[in-house]
Structures are given as C-alpha cells and as structure tokens.
C-alpha cells in the first residue's frame, strides 16, 4: 500500500469529483488530510499504475508526476538488458541497470559463452 500526498488538490486539478469517482473506482483512496487543503492518495501499486493511465487530461500531469515519483522503479536484470540489446555496451549496461562495473562485465561474459 502506497501514500501519496497531493498538495492542493482542490485548487490544482479541474474536475474533483471525476478524480475521486475514478480512484474509487480503481480501489484507491482520495481523502482530505485533516482540515488542510492537502490530500492523500493510497493504493496497491498496480491500481496505482491503472490510475496513471486513466488520468489523461493536462490539468492532471501533476498527479500523474506525484504518482510516478512514489512508484518503485522496475528492477531489471542486465541479462534481461542483453537479450533485449545484445550489442549494449558495459556503461550503457551500468547506467540503465543499475549494477556495477563488474556485475555487467559478468553478465556480458556469460552472455557471450565464456
């Protein structure tokens, strides 16, 4: 279960009871925190991810961005990265996998047959 505070909800998105129809649609929950302006939006991850995709409009990339910068980034493997791109070079296998130098080197050689 994620938590997610969207600040000034009210003031920033256009329409809010279609953004708190569609987030209870989708099994998350849009509540006021408190008495402030401030919401909080919780759900499982997937949902989440739903929401994202449903939420089309301009006046709501903000919640979109606010969602995206609370999501786990997708672990992949460099051999995952390999099979996709075999001819990816070790710094460009370290930076978007996020291994070590070694690690990708590793993997190229085992992807390689040595």
Partial sequence: MLSITLNSFVHRVGDKSAVLALACQLNCQLKRIRRSRHWQLTGE???LRT??????SEANL?????IEKHLPAPSITPEQ???????????QLVSE????????????????GF
Avoid at 51 to 56: A, F, H, I, K, V
């Fill in 81 to 91: 990265l390999l099979e996709d791109n075999p001819t990816m070079s070790v710094s």
């Fill in 45 to 47: 991850e997937d949902a």
């Fill in 51 to 56: 929401l994202m995709t449903q939420l089309d």
């Fill in 97 to 112: 996998s996020g291994c070590s130098l070694a690690q990708a080197r590793e993997a190229i050689d085992k992807f390689e």
């Fill in 62 to 66: 903000w919640i979109i961005k606010a």
